[in-house]
C-alpha cells in the first residue's frame, strides 16, 4: 500500500519524499508555530531544494487559496481561476512540468514567471499533493 497510486508520476517519489522530510524537519523546531495541513506542503514547496535557485520572498498569498470544490474542475486555486488566460496557462503549465520533470524542474521554470503565477503554482500544486501526502500519513 506503500505504492504510489497511478495519477502520481513516478518522478513525483522521490520529491514526495523530500517534501515529507521538510514538512517533518518544520514541524521539529520549538518555538516556531508549526503549519499543518495545505498550509505545511505550501511551506514544503517553497523551500523546496533546487540547484543554483533561492526561494522568493513573497508571503503576498491569499488565506484560503485552494478551493477543494473546484478541484475536479480546474486545477486552479479559487483566486486564479478569474486570472487572464495566458496567465491560467502558465499555471497549468508549470503544473504539468511539476508532474512529469519534478518539483524542481518546476519551481526552476516558475522563477522567470511573476509573484502571482509562482503563488497560484504553489497553491495549486500544495492543493494536488495534499491529498497524497495526507494518505500517506505525512500531513494531517
Known amino acids: 500500500m ?7 508520476e513516478h518522478v513525483l517519489e522521490a520529491d514526495i519524499k523530500t517534501l515529507a522530510a521538510e514538512i517533518h524537519r518544520s514541524q521539529q523546531f520549538e518555538g516556531v508555530k508549526n503549519r499543518e495541513g495545505v498550509d505545511a506542503v505550501k511551506e514544503a514547496i517553497r523551500a523546496f531544494p533546487s540547484l543554483d535557485r ?3 520572498d513573497n ?3 491569499p488565506a484560503g487559496a485552494t478551493s477543494a470544490g473546484d478541484d475536479a474542475a480546474s486545477p486552479l486555486p479559487a483566486y ?10 502558465e499555471i497549468e ?3 504539468d512540468v511539476a508532474f512529469h520533470k ?6 526552476a521554470a516558475s522563477e522567470k514567471s511573476p509573484y502571482f503565477v509562482q503563488d497560484a503554482f504553489h497553491d495549486a500544486l500544495a492543493g494536488r499533493l495534499y491529498p497524497e501526502l495526507q494518505r500517506r500519513g505525512i500531513v494531517a
Open 102 to 107: 519534478g518539483i524542481g524542474a518546476a519551481m
Open 54 to 56: 533561492e526561494a522568493p
Open 93 to 95: 503549465y508549470l503544473l
Open 2 to 8: 506503500d505504492s504510489a497510486p497511478s495519477s502520481f
Open 80 to 89: 486564479a481561476q478569474n486570472a487572464a488566460p495566458e496567465v491560467r496557462l
Open 59 to 61: 508571503n503576498g498569498i
